[in-house]
């Protein structure tokens, strides 16, 4: 099997963890609102395989997710916010990896994913609603505070998984994996 495939068949895989994991475990935290355990999944492939393949599985998975449940409604803007997170989010494990301190690591990830969540979600989905559903922004940004609070807490969550699996994602995928050269 060339590079290629193996490659597409782990984002397809990536992608379908995500939607199984939003869709079977459902935690809810706010009303209406549930944590959307995709997230470490996202966080996984954005640590382990690089930021395209993360914002790969955040976008795609949460179009899935929201095709299954709902038809697309609330789709648009979380698809693009989760372009932004994923895309500061896997560069900032680049950067962590580099760091020999743990707490620097953690503090540098865990910024990272509370302003990438705010600008992903706040921002970005809030943006896309106002425009879609003809609100004001203000009105979207509230509404979706929930969303930032909990998709947030759900990244910085992930991240004792993301250090877990990193080594046995480079053990398993050896030419999938971020190579060192990569990650500098």
Known sequence: MSD??????LLAVGIALFVVLSLCLQVPVFENYYL???????????????PLAGTV??????????????????????????L????ALGFAFRAAKKRKSPVLRAALLIVVIVTSTA?????????????????????RAAKNTSAFIADAVMLVL???VCAALDKTA????????????ERS
């Open 4 to 9: 290629k495939t193996r490659k597409l068949a």
């Open 36 to 50: 959307c355990l995709g997230y470490v999944v996202m966080a996984v492939y954005c640590c382990s395989f690089g």
């Open 57 to 82: 599985v955040g976008f795609f998975g949460v179009i899935l997710y929201s095709v299954v449940i709902s038809g697309m409604r609330g789709m648009p803007g979380w698809a693009l916010g989760n």
């Open 84 to 87: 932004v997170i994923g895309i």
């Open 119 to 139: 600008l992903g979600i706040l921002v970005v989905k809030s943006e896309t609603e106002s425009l879609l559903y003809a609100q004001p922004f203000l009105v």
């Open 158 to 160: 992930s991240l004792p």
């Open 170 to 181: 480079g053990k398993m995928f050896p030419g999938l994996v971020q190579t060192p050269a």
